[in-house]
């Protein structure tokens, strides 16, 4: 007994017994000694339990395309020379817009029915919709199921389809691929359309004046005996010309022969008989072009008529240049969609990667728990406490 006695040490003697806490209670203590490592584990619990029991895994489907058109670029190398020109920054901005659109939504609603892929029942909740939810939330969950990305130095734009089966992800991302092609060839059409629309009125009004003018040169001469009155009027003109420098010669002859011959000679006869009719075809002639004021203002109205057609046909052809030109540069200006990397049909899933949610997840925590005690600690210290 005296051993035993002797074994026990003053230590033994004053040292508190050790009794064990209820859990709860150490779960107390340890939140109010150390509260930042019991956020920590708590948020670490919840995150791994529901990454991985509860998550629902997705796979994804990506392609890539560029939209290229027809205009002349710098030759950048051979690929970029074949495959056209590269799309400006508001072509893949817009595409961007379409994919996640509502249009494009309708589309693949009626052709893969989304909302009963989407509604089938899971324990994830984050990535379940109900089937009587509104537009608006069936567009959200649309969206963030549908990432595109823009690459503006590349002039790329990659699309990532996630789904809850490959064969889901594979044919959304096929369609639309399919669909923005048609966008694509739409837009086209229509920039098309709108470049040709002011040269095709022009040459259709040049077209309008150029038949209008000829129509009246037609039913000019078909009102008139003269198919050309300016003609007319300068056969006319030359011919009194003609007679008075023939009169003349005749009447220098006939003065050379009176300084030799007699008058009643037969030479002398002759001539005076021929410088007769030239006299009186002569006269002819100035009577009528004397009683001519309704073939001038012919020539006139002729003339003017002709310069109308003159100046139409000059706008006309001009007019078809324009629009020659025009079609040119639309045809220039097409684009077309190009396919850089088609859709893949996923094997495996790939979303979400569990282990880098988990981490994104206790970094906000951890950022979120910093900003919360700061807070806390400067409402303190502006109350004194």
Do not use: C
Not at 194 to 206: C, G, H, I, V
Not at 211 to 230: H, I, N
Not at 320 to 325: C, E, G, H, R, S
Request: net charge positive; hydrophobic share 45%.
């Amino acid at each position: 007994m005296a051993t035993a006695f002797q074994d026990v040490t003053v230590a033994d003697v004053t040292k508190p017994p050790v009794l064990k806490l209820p859990i709860r209670e150490r779960a107390q203590r340890l939140a109010a000694k150390r509260p930042f490592i019991t956020f920590m584990l708590v948020v670490a619990l919840l995150s791994g339990f529901y990454y991985g029991a509860i998550s629902t895994r997705l796979y994804v489907s990506e392609s890539r395309f560029s939209i290229r058109s027809k205009e002349v670029a710098a030759p950048t190398g051979l690929l970029a020379g074949l495959m056209g020109a590269p799309s400006s920054l508001s072509d893949i901005t817009a595409v961007s817009d379409y994919i996640r659109s509502p249009d494009m939504l309708k589309i693949l609603e009626q052709r893969h029915n989304l909302r009963e892929l989407y509604a089938r029942p899971r324990l994830d909740l984050l990535q379940w919709l109900p089937m009587g939810s509104s537009q608006e939330d069936f567009l959200a969950f649309y969206r963030r199921h549908i990432i595109v990305k823009l690459d503006r130095e590349a002039s790329t734009v990659t699309v990532q389809v996630r789904s809850f089966n490959p064969e889901s992800s594979h044919r959304i991302a096929q369609s639309i691929i399919e669909l923005t092609a048609d966008f694509v060839d739409g837009m086209t059409q229509k920039m098309r359309s709108e470049t040709l629309k002011s040269a095709k009125l022009e040459l259709d009004k040049a077209n309008r004046d150029a038949d209008s003018a000829r129509l009246k040169v037609a039913t000019f001469r078909a009102s008139g005996s003269d198919l050309d009155p300016t003609q007319s009027g300068a056969i006319v003109v030359g011919g009194v010309g003609a007679m008075e420098s023939s009169a003349a010669q005749t009447r220098a002859e006939l003065a050379a022969l009176m300084t030799y011959s007699q008058p009643g000679a037969p030479a002398v006869r002759q001539l005076q008989a021929r410088l007769a009719a030239i006299n009186t075809q002569i006269a002819s002639l100035r009577a009528q072009q004397s009683n001519t004021a309704p073939l001038s203002q012919q020539v006139t109205d002729y003339e003017t008529l002709q310069l109308e057609r003159a100046n139409a046909e000059k706008t006309l052809t001009l007019a078809q240049t324009a629009f020659d030109q025009a079609r040119a540069t639309a045809e220039q200006r097409e684009k077309y969609v190009v396919s850089i990397v088609s859709p893949n049909r996923p094997e495996a899933p790939t979303y979400p990667n569990r282990v880098l949610e988990l981490i994104t997840v206790l970094i906000f925590a951890m950022a979120g728990y910093a900003l919360v005690s700061l807070t806390i600690a400067a409402i303190r210290d502006h109350r004194g406490v």
